[in-house]
Every structure is written in structure tokens, then in C-alpha cells.
């Protein structure tokens, strides 16, 4: 059988300066997998790279979506084959309203001639962004500009309700949420589990995983999954540290591509 | 009728001002703007050589035909107004205003809406008291020309205290291009009054008119103390034709002035909005959207001059380009000595979709008082790489990602017209601008 997602030999590069130095990874249907490690050992670029962010050069290896190899594709029919990918930062538009926004998205997907009905994709919207507990108001605030930290975050995930993606990135969905928030958001992911869909869960933090119960833990260092586990994996990590890690694999420096 | 022509002096300005059976004073104030106009200089906008324009152009008087009936007027003026009637609208067609219609509610109330022309005579002490006080015959020769020819107009006084809710609104057309085609604007908001004045300025001249259109029109705001104008205005005519036109507000105390422009003219344009800041605790707030297609050149100045104390000014200005256009946009702030507490900010961002387009963006303060507040932002750039991604990232193509940014981009004026049809309308243009 299969796998709904896999990552053969990865190698990327930004502005010349191979960070990702040939990655493995393989995800079944409905499997969610973490990927932790320190800073600066490549996680986002992992991420970037998968998606197809035109600053990061893939130099080698294959990502295959349902045996299919999203290298070949624009980074639009990535998002079309079923990538979704959470980003640490996303991008603030001037103009375009959230709600503009997701119904191109939406849009997009159905094709011309199958468009949702705007009173369709109102109520939409609406029921997911109560789901949230996101304020309705921001269904017409241009996309993300003036949202805070944890607002970008809540958007993100509301983004990947509407969508209905096959394989969900997060990367580092944690990083500026406070705890209740954290809660809604980990709700809206676990809502979204099915034996159809699979998550990459990045993260720096092991907290995440308390309310996402991962199927697999991996360690990044020096831009390749040096180590992986199961859950009890991350609990040590988050007890003990990643020292550990590197002493157990002779590692002196994790990082990857620093100058 | 007469013929266009490109003679111009105080005799023709006499003769004109004459036939049409206008006041004494303001055939006398015409030929002495005709004599000026024959030997003042053209302005100098930066970087933008208008001296090649063909702006020697006098035209022929080419009144439209006057209508009693909204209904009556031509039918690419009707499409733009919305079925059902609003309180207060006023057309010119060409040379002359052709409709004007005040609901009895607000004639009640002692407003007044007109053609400048007919002001001229029934409001003779109010329009000479501010006619070209704030934007000057003697300026320089496109001044001078203004004042000579200028033809129809719209006069509106609110009186004091007076509050209109709905927009105040007004069509200038043109559809010959050898008409003299010289609208002016004279806006006197009294003591304590609030108007919105929403303008839209467009011309079908067909695909190779006879002869230049040259749009030369001004537009005059007077706040008094405490009144507060919304002057939304909406430019596009043909390629053909020229645009010029030069916007003043003057504030005082605690007035304000809100400009909301589109400069969607597809040929060439030499625009100048300016506030002056008189008044103690005045303020201006200017938003300005263009953009630039085929091989136009554009000069698109904003100024913000502060005399008052507290005065406040913010100007923003955005502006696409496509094709060869060109457009050099200026901001100016003017921070007069005096002047503490004043608080100037300007932005200019431009967004250049062609290689051989060009926008420069030239924020200037000029700044004679040490106790004041002033910044400037300026960009020059292509679409955002980072922004396109991320769109991408949900599945929406590069083209459709490219469209919203651009729109967007241009959406925080848009979003501000405040009719709705005009709205629609400037929202049409700019599909077809950007397309």
C-alpha cells in the first residue's frame, strides 16, 4: 500500500546554501507526525519547501501526494492536489478582505460555472469562525493586516477548515498563542482528524503535542530527521532537552546553513 | 457657433464672456485673465515636460442642450445615475450645465446648488468674495486660461450649521472634443456645516476626434470655521484628451477637508490637490488613487500647507502602473512658522507591473517651525513575491493572486467613495484599466 505522503531524499537550498541535506519521511492516511528540533535546524525550510516558496530552491529528492510528485506542480496546484500549509508567518494583504479571500480559495477548488453561493460560503465562514471563537468582524477585515500574533494563527487554521486539505502542515501554529487559545486551535485540528487526511505538526515546543496526540515523533538536526520515536519521544525531549540527542549521535553543532 | 481656435488674448476672453451675457465685473475679470494668459509662463512640474502638450487650446463655446427632466439628459449621462431621484445632482454637458435638480428640503434650508455661471448673477457677492482667491488667476498661463474660458460650473454654498447627509453630486461630460470644456467648482461650506460633493469627470470623444479636448478645470473648497467637506471625485476621460486640474482647499479653524480622488484619466494629466491650512485645529486628510496604462504621462502633486495651530494633514497616494505609462507623483507638507503643534504625514506607494512603466515617488517636507510633527513614507516596487505565495499557497492561480493584490492595493480609496453608483462605476474603470 501506498503512503498518502512521502518525502524521498530532500535536498533544498536558500540563496545558494543547501539547508535540507536529503530528508526522508513517510506519512499514512490519517497518521499525524511531529517533527521537533532546536532552532536553525531547518523545520520551516522543510515546510517552505514542501509548498513551494520561491525563495527556496529544492535541489534534489521527490514529495509525492497520493503517489504524485508535488515538485512538478505550481505552488497553486499543490494547494489543489491537497497541501495546506499553516504558515509561522503569514502574509498581511492590503485590500483583500478574509473573506475575498477564501471564497477565491473556495472558488478555485469547485472551478468556473461551480462557484459557492455567497449566502453558502457566508454561513460557511460564520459556522467556522464561531468554532474558533474568532470575532465575525474579521470575515471583512483585510487579510491579516493589523491581526495580532494569535489572530494570524486562528486564521490559519480557520483557512484550513474551509479547505479541506489531504495533508495539513503546521508550522509552528504554537508560537505566539496563549493557553486558551492553543485549546481552540488544537480543537479545530483534532476536529479535522480522519483516516483521510495527515498532518506534519512542526514545532519547537512538546506543549502542542499535549492537546494534538502525535502517531510519530521525529528530531531534526542539520537539516535530516536524525531521530524518531512515538509520543514518549517528545516528552522526553520536552524533559530533558535536546542534549541528549546530540550526545547519543555525536552531534556537536545541529544547526544547518547558519553563517 | 464659433470655431476652435488657438489665438488666444483679453479680447477673445471679452468677446466670449460677452456673448454669453455675463455681469460686468466678470467680463472685466476675464479679460484681464485673457491679457495674463497670453504672457504668463506654463507651470513647471517636476520632471514632467508639459511644454510638448498640446495645451494652447481655447476651443468653441458648444453648449449642451439644457433638459427639464433627468430622463431628458443624453443616455451615456443616465446610465451613470442611479432610477430613482437624489436630493441634489447638477450636469454640465460640454460647455454648459444642462440639469441641476435641489430638493425643495435642502433649498429650504438656504443651500445652494447652481452653474457657477448662473451664480455669477444670483450670487454675485459670495462667488467674487472666494472666485480664484484660492487657486489664483494670475498662478501661472493655465490659471489665466481657466479663468478666461471657464464655462458652466458648479456653485454650492451650505449655510451655516446646515448638516446634508446625502452626497451632493455632479457630472461633467464631454463628447466633443472641440468644445471649451473649462468646468469650475466653487464649494463655500459656511460656519458649522457638513456636505460630501461627489464629482465625476468623463468624456466619450470616439476614436479620433478632431481635435485636443482640454479638460482645464479647478475646483475651489472654502471651509469656514467648524465645517467639514467630503470631496470625492472620480476622473476618466479618453486617451485623446488632456487633464488638468487644479483642486484648493482653504480651512479654517477647526475645518476639515476630506479629499477622495481617482485619477483614472487615460490620457495625459497634470493634477495638483492642495490643502491650506489656515485655521487653527484644521485638518486634511487626502486619499488618491491612480493608475497609469498605454504610453500616458502623469504629474500627480497632493500638498498640505499649515499656517494653523494643530493643524493635521494626511496624504496617501497610490498609484498602479502598466505599459510606458509615467507618472511622477509628488507629495509636498508645508509647515509654516508658526505653526506649532502641526502634524504632517504623507505616503506614496507605487506598484509597477511593467518593465518600461515608470513611477517616481517624491515625498517632500518643507518644514519652518521646530514644535511639530512630520513623517513621509515612500515605495516604489513590483508585487509583493511573499504576498503572491501566499495566495497561491490556497489554491488560487497566479493570475487571480496578482488581480486581488492590485485591487486591494488600490481598495483603501475605492472602498472610501461614498456613492455607491459612482463606486461601482470607478470599480469598473479599473477593471478595465488593470484587465
Redesign the interface.
Known amino acids: 500500500m501506498s503512503s498518502l505522503f512521502e518525502i524521498r531524499g530532500l535536498r533544498s537550498a536558500i540563496e545558494g546554501k543547501e539547508i535540507l541535506k536529503g530528508l526522508d519521511l513517510k506519512i499514512d492516511g490519517g497518521q499525524v507526525h511531529a517533527i521537533m528540533g532546536p532552532n536553525g535546524t531547518g523545520k520551516s525550510t522543510l515546510a517552505s519547501s514542501i509548498m513551494g516558496h520561491p525563495k527556496y530552491e529544492v535541489t534534489d529528492g521527490e514529495v509525492l501526494l497520493e503517489g504524485a510528485d508535488v515538485l512538478e506542480m505550481g505552488v497553486d496546484e499543490r494547494a489543489l492536489a491537497g497541501l495546506f500549509l499553516a504558515m509561522q508567518y503569514p502574509s498581511e494583504i492590503t485590500g483583500v478582505t478574509n473573506a475575498d479571500f477564501l471564497r477565491s480559495a473556495i472558488n478555485a477548488r469547485r472551478g468556473e460555472g461551480n462557484e459557492i453561493s455567497l449566502i453558502k460560503f457566508v454561513r460557511l465562514m460564520e459556522g467556522k469562525m464561531k468554532e474558533l471563537e474568532m470575532n465575525p468582524e474579521f470575515m471583512h477585515r483585510y487579510l491579516n493586516e493589523g491581526f495580532s500574533g494569535g489572530e494570524k494563527k486562528r486564521n490559519e487554521i480557520l483557512q484550513m477548515m474551509m479547505l479541506d486539505p489531504k495533508l495539513v502542515i503546521l508550522d509552528e501554529i504554537d508560537s505566539g498563542l496563549d493557553i486558551d487559545a492553543l485549546k481552540i486551535v488544537a480543537a479545530g485540528v483534532n476536529a479535522m482528524r480522519s483516516s483521510e487526511r495527515s498532518f506534519l505538526i512542526i514545532t519547537h515546543y512538546q506543549r502542542l503535542l499535549n492537546y494534538i496526540k502525535p502517531d510519530f515523533v521525529h528530531v531534526m538536526m542539520q537539516g535530516r530527521i536524525v531521530k524518531s520515536g512515538g509520543p514518549e519521544l517528545a516528552e522526553r525531549l520536552e524533559a530533558e532537552g535536546y542534549d541528549w540527542v546530540k550526545e547519543e549521535l555525536g552531534i556537536v553543532d545541529e544547526t544547518v546553513g547558519q553563517a | 457657433m464659433s470655431t476652435p481656435t488657438t489665438s488666444f488674448s483679453r479680447e477673445a476672453a471679452a468677446a466670449l464672456s460677452r456673448s454669453k451675457n455675463e455681469p460686468a465685473w466678470l467680463v472685466a475679470w476675464r479679460e484681464e485673465a485673457g491679457e495674463w494668459a497670453s504672457t504668463l509662463e506654463l507651470p513647471q512640474p517636476e520632471k514632467t515636460p508639459i511644454q510638448r502638450w498640446t495645451l494652447d487650446v481655447q476651443g468653441a463655446h458648444r453648449p449642451g442642450a439644457a433638459v427639464a427632466a433627468k430622463a431628458d439628459l443624453p443616455a451615456t449621462i443616465t446610465a451613470q445615475l442611479p432610477e430613482q431621484d437624489v436630493d441634489a445632482l447638477i450636469v454640465q454637458h460640454n460647455s454648459s450645465v444642462v440639469y441641476t435638480r435641489l430638493s425643495d428640503e435642502l433649498k429650504a434650508k438656504g443651500v445652494v446648488l447652481t452653474s457657477l455661471e448662473e451664480a455669477a448673477r444670483s450670487h454675485e457677492e459670495l462667488v467674487r468674495a472666494h472666485l480664484m482667491t484660492a487657486y489664483a488667476r494670475d498662478e501661472h498661463k493655465l490659471s489665466a486660461q481657466h479663468a478666461a474660458l471657464w464655462n458652466g460650473g458648479v456653485f454650492l454654498y451650505v449655510p451655516r450649521g446646515v448638516v446634508i447627509e446625502e452626497p451632493i453630486q455632479a457630472i461633467l461630460f464631454a463628447d466633443d472634443a472641440e468644445a471649451t470644456f473649462v468646468p469650475h467648482i466653487l464649494v463655500v461650506a459656511d460656519a458649522n456645516s457638513q456636505v460630501t460633493f461627489v464629482e465625476h469627470t468623463f468624456s466619450e470623444l470616439g476614436e479620433n476626434p478632431s481635435a485636443t479636448l482640454l479638460h482645464n478645470a479647478a475646483v475651489e473648497v472654502f471651509a469656514k470655521p467648524g465645517a467639514s467637506v467630503r470631496y470625492a471625485s472620480v476622473h476618466h476621460l479618453d486617451s485623446t484628451a488632456i487633464d488638468v486640474t487644479y483642486r484648493r482647499a482653504i480651512l479654517d479653524k477647526d475645518a476639515r477637508i476630506e479629499w477622495i480622488v481617482g485619477e483614472l484619466h487615460d490620457g495625459n494629466t497634470l493634477v495638483d490637490t492642495k490643502s491650506i491650512l489656515k485655521g487653527n485645529g484644521s485638518t486634511s486628510d487626502a486619499k488618491i488613487i491612480s493608475v497609469g496604462t498605454g504610453s500616458q504621462r502623469m504629474s500627480i502633486t497632493t500638498r498640505a500647507v499649515h499656517y494653523g495651530l494643530s493643524s493635521e494633514s494626511d496624504m496617501i497616494t497610490r498609484a498602479v502602473m502598466k505599459n510606458e505609462a509615467t507618472a511622477i507623483i509628488n507629495g509636498i507638507t508645508k509647515i509654516e512658522k508658526g505653526a506649532t503643534k502641526a502634524n504632517g504625514q504623507q505616503t506614496e506607494k507605487v506598484l509597477m507591473l511593467s518593465p518600461k512603466a515608470r513611477g517616481d515617488a517624491n515625498p517632500i517636507l518643507l518644514i519652518d517651525e521646530d514644535d511639530v510633527k512630520a513623517g513621509h513614507a515612500a515605495s516604489v516596487g513590483q508585487v509583493?513575491?511573499?504576498?503572491v505565495?501566499?495566495?497561491?499557497?490556497?489554491?488560487?492561480?497566479?493570475e487571480?493572486?496578482e488581480r486581488?493584490?492590485i485591487?486591494?492595493?488600490?481598495?483603501?480609496v475605492v472602498s472610501e467613495i461614498p456613492v455607491e453608483g459612482v463606486r461601482e462605476q470607478l470599480q469598473r474603470i479599473l477593471e478595465r484599466k488593470l484587465g
Not at chain 2, 505565495?389 to 497566479?398: K, T
Open positions: 509583493n513575491a511573499e504576498q505565495y501566499y495566495l497561491m499557497s490556497r489554491g488560487i492561480s497566479r487571480e493572486a486581488l493584490i485591487h486591494g492595493f488600490l481598495d483603501p
